[in-house]
């Protein structure tokens, strides 16, 4: 019989303060994580599944009895202490929980002599009950969502063929040229190594040799070049250098691409498009790996990402007008899913970090003398040093008036 099941009700508080407690019915709440995401001319949004949501126990409950009153109030001060208290819930076993809202009344004639009490419980966990606390996306999670876009961009053009040898001369013209801009500009950032460029170098002319091969069989051309996107994205450096490249390379091919598509179509926009969404993916898997030390430098790389990927999407819209076609449903929903998450991931690790401060000098002083100064030693100086950019006479002295940026 169920009735055999059912236990007491029970609260123990932070301190240790016991209570059994009447009740007539029992409650509680949850659902998903759901956030659905919208697209132009589709019936049918992006739902994710982002986890549960944390459970609820709304509880109506009382003390009855000749003195209720002074037991009611020994209550309602144990629910106001810090912290999570442990409820033994007469159907769903015992639970450490936050009481979040609590109401208590009391009547003096149908009902006198009992308080009731209408309580919100919280689930919570030990292990993340302290606060500040973040729950942050799995960086695997986010590589799975990278690889999963890849590979649907890569499906979508699977049997896709370029016979025209005309839009096959304009499709090698306009890959060499990508090729040409993409290594041109990471050739320039001081932040790649040259082991990184080393391997663009190998990759590219990689590409170059079988292009006659690739721009015959779009599938394995965007499989060439999605690789090359998503090699600067896994090396360790500095997470901001790593996304202005990729706007940067965005820039280099946008206006080029919207122009090759009104001159040879809808095949070549589709390809296009592929490598946009290609550098949205490779930019949001590059914030998994490199150096982001404060909250403002993360708040930076979020208006990067978010600002490349809704130029991504503007650009897109445009190649669509001009090849008059429309871009495959999946792979924007998986490319956004992947800028999603990766930003999600952003701001869970932003909570962690310190903030930025920011000092005006009032007077010349050393490196060494500031170092001390801001942190008490000489451990940080260096990166004191670098995170300033100190050069040339400012290693040596710094002068009055210089906003000089710490972050403890």
Same mark, same amino acid.
């Given at each position: 019989? $169920?009735?055999?099941?059912?236990?007491?009700?029970k609260?123990?508080?932070?301190? %240790?303060?016991?209570?059994?407690?009447?009740?007539?019915?029992?409650?509680?709440?949850g659902?998903?994580?759901?956030?659905?995401?919208?697209?132009?001319?589709?019936?049918?949004?992006?739902?994710?599944?982002?986890?549960? !949501?944390?459970?609820?126990?709304?509880? @109506?409950?009382?003390?009855? %009895?000749?003195?209720?009153?002074?037991?009611? #109030?020994?209550?309602?001060?144990?629910?106001?202490?810090?912290?999570?208290?442990?409820l033994?819930?007469?159907?769903?076993?015992?639970?450490?929980?936050?009481?979040?809202?609590?109401?208590?009344?009391?009547?003096?004639?149908?009902?006198?002599g009992?308080?009731?009490?209408?309580?919100?419980?919280?689930? @919570?966990?030990?292990?993340v009950?302290?606060?500040?606390?973040?729950?942050?996306?799995?960086?695997?999670?986010?590589?799975?969502?990278?690889?999963?876009?890849?590979?649907?961009?890569?499906?979508?053009?699977?049997?896709?063929?370029?016979?025209?040898?005309?839009?096959?001369? %304009?499709?090698?013209?306009?890959?060499?040229?990508?090729?040409? &801009?993409?290594?041109?500009?990471?050739? &320039?950032?001081?932040?790649?190594?040259?082991?990184?460029?080393?391997?663009?170098?190998?990759?590219?002319? *990689?590409?170059?040799? *079988?292009? #006659? =091969?690739?721009?015959?069989?779009?599938?394995?051309?965007?499989?060439?070049?999605?690789?090359?996107?998503?090699?600067?994205?896994?090396?360790?450096?500095?997470?901001?250098?790593?996304?202005?490249?990729?706007?940067?390379? $965005?820039?280099?091919?946008?206006?080029?691409?919207?122009?090759?598509?009104?001159?040879?179509?809808?095949?070549? %926009?589709?390809?296009?498009?592929?490598?946009?969404?290609?550098?949205?993916?490779?930019?949001?898997?590059?914030? !998994?790996?490199?150096?982001?030390?404060?909250?403002?430098?993360?708040?930076?790389?979020?208006?990067?990402?978010?600002?490349? $990927?809704s130029?991504?999407?503007? @650009?897109?819209?445009?190649?669509? =007008?001009?090849?008059?076609?429309?871009?495959?449903?999946?792979?924007t929903?998986? @490319?956004?899913? =992947?800028?999603?998450?990766?930003?999600?991931?952003?701001?869970?690790?932003?909570?962690?970090?310190?903030?930025?401060?920011?000092?005006?000098?009032?007077r010349?002083?050393?490196?060494?003398?500031?170092?001390?100064?801001?942190?008490?030693?000489?451990?940080?100086?260096?990166?004191?040093?670098?995170?300033?950019?100190?050069?040339?006479?400012?290693?040596?002295?710094?002068?009055?008036?210089?906003?000089?940026?710490? $972050?403890?």
């Amino acid at each position: 019989m $169920y009735t055999e099941r059912l236990r007491e009700l029970k609260y123990t508080s932070p301190s %240790g303060k016991k209570f059994t407690l009447l009740f007539d019915e029992l409650s509680r709440t949850g659902g998903k994580k759901a956030p659905v995401s919208e697209f132009p001319g589709q019936n049918q949004g992006a739902v994710q599944d982002l986890g549960e !949501l944390t459970g609820t126990f709304p509880i @109506t409950c009382y003390i009855a %009895g000749l003195d209720y009153d002074t037991e009611a #109030d020994r209550f309602w001060n144990a629910l106001a202490e810090s912290g999570a208290g442990k409820l033994d819930h007469p159907r769903w076993g015992t639970i450490n929980v936050l009481p979040s809202t609590r109401e208590q009344s009391e009547q003096f004639v149908d009902g006198a002599g009992r308080a009731v009490f209408t309580i919100t419980f919280i689930r @919570t966990d030990d292990t993340v009950f302290d606060y500040p606390k973040s729950s942050i996306v799995a960086d695997d999670q986010i590589t799975a969502d990278a690889d999963a876009a890849a590979d649907g961009i890569t499906s979508a053009l699977e049997g896709e063929t370029i016979t025209d040898v005309r839009e096959k001369a %304009g499709l090698k013209e306009n890959v060499l040229s990508t090729l040409a &801009t993409v290594t041109g500009i990471i050739g &320039t950032v001081t932040a790649f190594s040259d082991d990184l460029r080393e391997t663009v170098d190998g990759t590219v002319n *990689e590409i170059t040799r *079988e292009i #006659d =091969t690739l721009i015959a069989s779009p599938a394995l051309l965007m499989e060439s070049l999605l690789k090359l996107y998503r090699i600067p994205a896994r090396i360790v450096t500095d997470v901001t250098e790593k996304v202005k490249a990729y706007k940067t390379i $965005y820039t280099g091919l946008a206006t080029g691409f919207v122009e090759t598509t009104k001159e040879y179509g809808e095949m070549f %926009g589709i390809i296009a498009s592929a490598q946009l969404q290609g550098i949205a993916i490779a930019s949001a898997e590059s914030t !998994l790996t490199g150096r982001i030390p404060t909250r403002t430098q993360a708040g930076e790389v979020v208006d990067g990402l978010t600002g490349l $990927y809704s130029d991504v999407v503007a @650009t897109i819209e445009e190649i669509e =007008t001009a090849g008059d076609f429309t871009v495959d449903y999946e792979t924007t929903r998986l @490319t956004l899913q =992947t800028v999603f998450r990766s930003v999600g991931n952003l701001i869970d690790r932003a909570l962690s970090l310190p903030t930025e401060r920011i000092l005006t000098l009032d007077r010349n002083i050393t490196p060494i003398q500031l170092a001390w100064e801001l942190y008490g030693d000489l451990e940080r100086l260096d990166e004191l040093i670098e995170y300033n950019n100190l050069q040339g006479e400012n290693i040596l002295l710094i002068p009055r008036e210089t906003e000089v940026r710490w $972050y403890a």
